[in-house]
């Protein structure tokens, strides 16, 4: 009989207690804090989101529930809700979204040899898009988004090899998600897809001069010239590629060089989409391919607001809700890596899923996801026929 660790002190091992504590000591987060320390938040709040918690009422309460565990869950002795709610009200997000950096650094080493896209690319592939997520505007008044409602919105940047997400950014949700462009290092040779809410000149002029790619569509109302056409396959969707040069004044001055277009039908939504890009040595329906692997940003946005909490807050601060986000998406990079380190073949939502049940068990965690009965844990059926349907 195993009677080692409990499953959530094998998942909470994964975590370098050593890099997590380089960071807290940086930002001061332990500073005249006797018990409960800046790891004893973390574990808190992500045993809250590994169990679907509604609350920190709810979680604490669970966790005092099981106060003869405690100690070798690593919470030490009964925590009051009053001392939870001050760690996450008034301790910097900045330590937790370091931590959540660090793990996605970590499991982008694990995932490097995976490919999930349908064509083979040496080149990364990033997708960039944003996610608003609605607030209550008179207990989030500093989150001001229009005058009867609140939000914040969650700029995101994913690699769509490993769907690990490679840049986050937080802003009011009244930021026009093109603003995320400012921030982000475009690496060379890479490509970076994106919806056509980012179509602005200057910014994929900047994108192009990096010597990195992008992927857009073509807003309706775009003037340009054609200067020559390329070879076409209308058999496999693709009704024209042309290389052009833009028309309007300030837009050929933000982007004075050529760009291709290439009009797609798609048989299976039966959708005709306009493609926009810098990169002239693929193949259209290659383009077409890379637009379509963009849906795996709106799926990561999708699974984190249905398996973790984010959509109801377990504070009121500015500060309180990002410690929530950064720690939720720590536990969705945490569950990434423990799928590679203890080679388990289930997805992602049925290892959360199983977890959530399992966690006071002592049970090593591959010897776990071997007896479990999948048939309970079915992965929604997402349509993949209508990928071009954004």
Avoid at 16 to 35: C, L, P
Avoid at 140 to 151: D, I, M, V
Avoid at 168 to 197: C, P, Q, R, T, W
Wanted: glycine share 4%; charged share 25%.
């Amino acid at each position: 009989m195993f009677t080692g660790k409990y499953v959530f002190s094998q998942l909470m091992g994964l975590v370098s207690s050593t890099s997590f504590q380089t960071i807290v000591n940086r930002h001061s987060g332990d500073y005249k804090v006797r018990e409960f320390s800046c790891w004893k938040q973390f574990l808190c709040m992500a045993f809250g989101q590994l169990t679907h918690r509604e609350s920190i009422t709810d979680t604490m309460m669970c966790i005092n529930t099981v106060a003869n565990k405690s100690y070798h869950l690593g919470f030490g002795k009964g925590v009051a809700i009053s001392t939870i709610t001050r760690a996450n009200e008034n301790r910097s997000y900045k330590i937790y979204e370091e931590h959540a950096m660090l793990l996605i650094k970590e499991a982008k080493r694990l995932y490097i040899d995976d490919n999930k896209l349908e064509i083979e690319l040496k080149e990364n592939v990033f997708a960039i898009d944003a996610t608003t997520i609605d607030l209550c505007l008179s207990t989030f008044f500093w989150a001001t988004f229009r005058t009867t409602k609140a939000g914040i919105k969650l700029h995101t940047q994913i690699d769509l090899k490993t769907a690990i997400p490679e840049f986050i950014l937080f802003s009011n949700a009244s930021v026009h998600d093109v603003n995320a462009l400012d921030f982000i290092s475009f690496e060379a040779n890479s490509f970076y897809i994106m919806d056509k809410g980012y179509v602005d000149y200057k910014r994929l002029y900047r994108i192009h001069l990096s010597n990195a790619f992008f992927v857009t569509r073509a807003k309706d109302n775009m003037n340009y010239r054609r200067l020559y056409s390329h070879p076409k396959d209308i058999k496999k969707g693709v009704i024209y590629d042309q290389t052009i040069m833009l028309n309007n004044h300030y837009a050929s001055k933000d982007y004075s060089e050529k760009l291709r277009i290439i009009k797609f039908k798609d048989d299976l939504s039966g959708l005709t989409l306009i493609f926009l890009t810098n990169n002239f040595h693929l193949k259209a329906t290659d383009i077409a391919l890379l637009y379509k692997a963009r849906w795996d940003i709106e799926m990561f946005f999708k699974w984190i607001k249905q398996h973790l909490k984010i959509k109801s807050f377990w504070g009121q601060s500015e500060n309180a809700v990002k410690t929530q986000i950064w720690i939720a998406v720590s536990v969705y990079v945490l569950v990434a890596i423990a799928k590679k380190k203890f080679m388990l073949n289930q997805t992602l939502y049925e290892i959360l899923q199983i977890l959530s049940i399992s966690l006071f068990e002592k049970m090593p965690i591959n010897q776990l996801f071997q007896k479990t009965q999948l048939q309970y844990f079915k992965e929604q059926d997402d349509n993949q026929l209508t990928l071009f349907d954004l």
